[in-house]
């Protein structure tokens, strides 16, 4: 039976692992797009829920959690690089921009537009008061449709940019892209996992 190990790698003595990909002016920016997009769902998801609290009936705590699956998403794309949440994010953004679609337009039945009618009651808000119309309600519905596809596009997008393609370069270029390089105490050659040997570029 094979134990599951950490992956690890050998690195040459002098040099650092950089990453090529995410020097790129494109990927910097992608990854700050995909980032504010995040940010921007999750503000509009937990705007809606908390302003529309009443109207929800039971599902609050699911749009609460997903808002907060965007920004700990965000957190990580933007302060690691972690290509690996894109497609998460992306399918994350197909899922809501569907239920955005079929709530925002009544596809499937009455849209929040057509709760606007005196017949429905205002909705109340997380704390109690009158919170927003219902036609206010749908706005922000529609409002999320563009925003998911933008949220989809930016990260397939930067999953295609390969961020996490990695190559050894010596540390005085390491230096010269910006990198910080941790060079040792003694310069002896070393085993060091993937994540504690790979350097990070210092204005990323």
């Keep these: 039976m094979v134990r599951n190990v950490a992956r690890e790698r050998s690195v040459t003595p002098g040099h650092t692992v950089v990453f ?56 990580y794309i933007m302060t690691r690089w972690t290509r690996g949440l894109l497609p998460m994010a992306a399918g994350l953004g197909i899922l809501m921009l569907i239920l955005a679609v079929v709530s925002g337009t009544g596809v499937s039945g009455a849209s929040w537009f057509d709760r606007s009618r005196s017949a429905f009651a205002t909705a109340d808000s997380i704390f109690g008061g009158q919170g ?57 050659k070393q085993d060091k996992k993937d994540k504690s040997s790979s350097a990070q570029p210092a204005a990323a």
């Design 20 to 75: 090529p990909n995410r020097e790129k002016a494109a990927s910097k920016t992608i990854k700050l797009v995909v980032t504010v997009v995040l940010v921007v769902s999750a503000v509009i998801l937990l705007f809606l829920t908390f302003a529309g609290w009443s109207k929800f009936q039971g599902l609050q705590i699911v749009n609460i959690i997903w808002a907060l699956i965007y920004v700990v998403m965000a957190f």
């Design 132 to 188: 927003l119309s219902a036609g206010a309600l749908g706005f922000f519905t529609v409002l999320l449709i563009p925003v998911q596809a933008l949220q989809v596009f930016f990260s397939m997008l930067g999953f295609s940019q390969g961020w996490n393609v990695e190559t050894e370069v010596t540390n005085e270029e390491a230096e010269k892209r910006g990198y910080k390089v941790d060079k040792g105490d003694d310069g002896d």
